[in-house]
């Protein structure tokens, strides 16, 4: 679930969001483009390639980056993986090709040049999610971590956008792909006070789903005049404060993190 649906309003992140048409919905809207190979003696590499390829309808000529993650992240015991693609080269040839790099340079490189694809070992196919909107100079960068049920695995990507870092959560039910969540992980990066938000993945007592908390957070020794690209920023470590920000609970009904009606986590504080 985007995070507008909770009155927790990032503008640079919706007009992205909006501009390149990603869903507002908690269900990926997929597209389910492997049927099985005829050629039995292609490797999980090569078929991974071939269906990226196939569905971004990338040439033999690009040249493009691609990570194939594998993990286990549904309930059977078959390896599954996550493929992340950046095209670089292909965000760059087109703005030069339409005369708009000097644009895409100020609104740092950012547009549908990030993928994420999905390797179900079960069903033995791959399955597409909406780009996600972020700088094509920077590849998304993975974690898989138990969220939304204990029995299997959950993952999320953090991406840029200009000086700011954003989170997107994912999960897998059946054969079907949820983005489940999307909240910031820092803004204004070259600023003097940044926005930075402690994100806390923490057990409930009540569901089986772990709660999502942002807390503000801060950046020891932080000096942006030691910053030499404020687009290219990561800190070494962002210490939380003690004061919330915003929690969510998730949702099964609609696979999302939503709000709750009443504070519960300053209740438990």
């Not at 969001?17 to 999980?44: D, M, Y």
């Not at 009540?206 to 000096?223: C, F, H, S, T």
């Not at 687009?231 to 709750?260: A, G, H, R």
Request: aromatic letters at 14%; hydrophobic letters at 35%; glycine letters at 2%.
């Amino acid at each position: 679930m985007y995070l507008k649906k909770s009155n927790f309003f990032f503008p640079l992140v919706f007009l992205i969001l909006a501009l390149f048409h990603t869903s507002c919905k908690s269900e990926v809207s997929e597209s389910k483009i492997s049927k099985k190979e005829k050629e039995t003696n292609l490797s999980f590499e090569e078929r991974a390639k071939r269906a990226v390829e196939a569905e971004l309808k990338i040439n033999a000529s690009e040249k493009y980056n691609i990570q194939i993650h594998k993990a286990k992240i549904d309930r059977d015991t078959l390896e599954d993986a996550i493929i992340l693609v950046n095209r670089k080269q292909w965000a760059f040839e087109r703005a030069k090709k339409n005369d708009n790099y000097d644009f895409l340079k100020r609104i740092g490189f950012t547009g549908p040049y990030n993928n994420v694809f999905v390797y179900l070992g079960k069903y033995d196919k791959f399955i597409s999610t909406p780009n996600v909107g972020s700088s094509a100079e920077y590849p998304l960068e993975l974690d898989f971590e138990v969220i939304t049920t204990p029995s299997q695995k959950d993952f999320y990507v953090d991406y840029r956008i200009k000086n700011s870092v954003h989170r997107n959560y994912y999960t897998v039910r059946n054969d079907r792909v949820f983005l489940t969540f999307n909240c910031p992980v820092y803004d204004s990066i070259g600023e003097p006070n940044p926005e930075v938000y402690a994100i806390q993945h923490r057990d409930s007592p009540v569901r089986l789903a772990k709660d999502i908390a942002l807390y503000y957070g801060e950046i020891p020794g932080y000096n942006p005049s030691e910053i030499e690209n404020i687009n290219n920023y990561t800190p070494d470590q962002i210490v939380s404060t003690d004061k919330l920000f915003v929690f969510f609970i998730f949702d099964e009904k609609t696979m999302s993190y939503v709000t709750p009606m009443t504070n519960e986590m300053e209740n438990k504080e």
